[in-house]
């Protein structure tokens, strides 16, 4: 019959690009864990970008930045 995958197990994305040019900014992905994987990325270097990422609830993370970027600078992509 093939491979059955079960979509409860299956890993959901959440894309979004930095919404403010605070230092700290609340994100909102809806994944329903507390342990995502979470990239962000530099949209005009392409380059990835170290930030500290803490997981405020199942739902949300805070992505803190060294320095303040431009809105939309970074693209965050959350995994969970």
């Known amino acids: 019959d093939g491979i059955k ?32 994987t979470v990239s962000i990325w530099d949209n005009g270097s392409k380059s990835l970008v170290l930030a500290g990422v803490t997981a405020t609830s199942a739902d949300s993370i805070s992505v803190e930045f060294g320095t303040a970027p431009s809105v939309g600078q970074y693209t965050i992509t959350v995994v969970g």
């Open 5 to 36: 995958v079960d979509p409860n197990n299956v890993p959901k994305k959440y894309t979004t690009a930095n919404p403010s040019t605070a230092l700290v900014q609340g994100i909102t992905h809806g994944l329903g864990t507390w342990y995502p």
